[in-house]
């Protein structure tokens, strides 16, 4: 009988067709070993070979070094879910019971099957939401704008800006301090030195009367009659709005004849309550704002004289834009090279004034002017006082 070779990784083997019978006729006569009750696993690859070799041992043929790679895991098989596997064991081997957990339900990508089920309302799917407030009953008070105020500064939850400086000016005809509502004392005008007259106080004397420019004409003999006129209603000095009536002598401040029903016409004349007429007037004013511009008439020259001739003062005197600080004085030896046609140039004087900037648009800055003496003529002095910036100076021989 023929040997037949085969060749397999790389090594050539040499088979006997005689040894094969043999081989065939030991397993038919071997006992045979119990079956088991799991089923048959498939072969693990397609083509098996016998492992019976011949004894021919081949020398001359070169063998070739096996490629060792790692053993490839066998396939697991899982039984059905909800179901033991139970494996028989051999003899001389162990028994091995399998329970497996069922799977869990795949998750899918959209959120909304994450999500838990809506709640079911029983006979209603939507409710409304209604808020009340019980007052208890009691002597409740409400807490008033002044202590809410003050429990809100302790808590510091809130921005305030720093409170105003009170307002010490008093008006020289009611004697109330600070500006008053525009429908009625109005704002307060510098009359003088320190000073000050109501708009409607001053404007509803007797004696004044307003240019077609807005100045008031006569307020200064206005106030010297008011200090000797008693008023009817609050019984104090400085009345000076008197009845219309021929041979009335019934006399009211302004804001007292306001508190009195005294009626105002439209012609700048007044009746007390007891002349005036029953029901409406057409003429009758019932509103004092005055938007328009005005102020008081004043001899600008007597006023700087009188502020020269006080010296030392407290008060900040202005006149137009300009705030004087200081007059200044001139020497007689000065007066020949320290004044001209038209002004004098006192040595010392120094002012301020407010006006528009020169570095930036739609920006005010300080310009402080003074006059100084050197090599016995006037030099004018220019100081530019910006925020942010150096103080700038500017110097000239003359004022322009």
């Known amino acids: 009988m023929k040997d037949i070779v085969f060749c397999s ?8 067709a005689a040894v094969q019978a043999k081989n065939s006729e030991n397993k038919e006569s071997g006992p045979s070993l119990p079956q ?5 696993r498939p072969p693990k690859a397609f083509h098996q070979y016998s492992n019976n070799i011949s ?3 081949v020398h001359c043929l ?6 060792v790679s790692p053993p490839s895991s066998p396939p697991i098989m899982f039984p059905p879910a909800f179901e033991a596997a139970k494996v028989e064991a051999k003899p001389d081997e162990l028994k091995v019971t399998v329970k497996l957990k ?17 709640k079911k ?17 009691g002597s409740f008070k409400p807490p008033c704008e002044e202590e809410i105020d003050e429990f809100l500064k302790k808590l510091g939850t809130t ?20 500006d008053g509502l525009t429908d009625g004392p109005a704002r307060l005008l510098n009359l003088d030195l320190d000073l000050w007259v109501h708009l409607n106080c001053a404007l509803w004397s007797t004696e004044v009367y307003e240019t077609q420019a807005g100045a008031l004409i006569n307020v200064e003999l206005a106030l010297r009659r008011g200090l000797q006129m008693k008023c009817m209603f609050c019984h104090k000095m400085g009345a000076t709005s008197g009845c219309h009536r021929l041979r009335c002598t019934n006399i009211y401040h302004f804001t007292c004849a306001i508190k009195a029903q005294c009626m105002f016409f439209k012609d700048k004349t007044m009746l007390c309550p007891m002349h005036k007429p029953k029901g409406t007037h057409e003429q009758e004013l019932n509103y004092f704002a005055v938007f328009r511009r005005v102020y008081v008439q004043r001899d600008e020259v007597r006023q700087i004289a009188s502020i020269v001739q006080r010296g030392e003062r407290d008060h900040t005197f202005r006149v137009g834009s300009l705030i004087f600080h200081a007059v200044g004085q001139l020497l007689p030896q000065q007066m020949q090279a320290f004044h001209s046609s038209k002004a004098l140039f006192p040595v010392g ?34 100081k530019v006082v910006e925020q942010g910036h150096e103080d700038l100076i500017l110097t000239d021989t003359t004022p322009k």
């Open 121 to 137: 309302w029983k006979g209603m799917k939507w409710k409304k939401w209604s808020i009340q407030i019980v007052i208890p009953k």
């Open 62 to 67: 070169p063998q070739l070094q096996e490629k």
């Open 159 to 178: 921005l305030k800006p720093d409170p105003v400086p009170k307002d010490y000016r008093k008006c020289c005809f009611c004697h109330e301090e600070g």
């Open 349 to 382: 004087y120094e002012a301020s004034r407010l006006y528009w900037s020169m570095r930036y648009a739609n920006r005010r800055c300080r310009y402080l002017c003074s006059i100084e003496e050197k090599d016995g003529l006037p030099l004018f002095v220019i």
């Open 36 to 40: 088991s009750p799991m089923k048959e």
């Open 9 to 16: 990784n790389n090594c050539f083997v040499l088979y006997s």
């Open 55 to 57: 004894t021919l041992d």
């Open 102 to 118: 069922p799977r869990l339900k795949a998750i899918h990508s959209s959120l909304d099957d994450c999500r838990p089920p809506n």
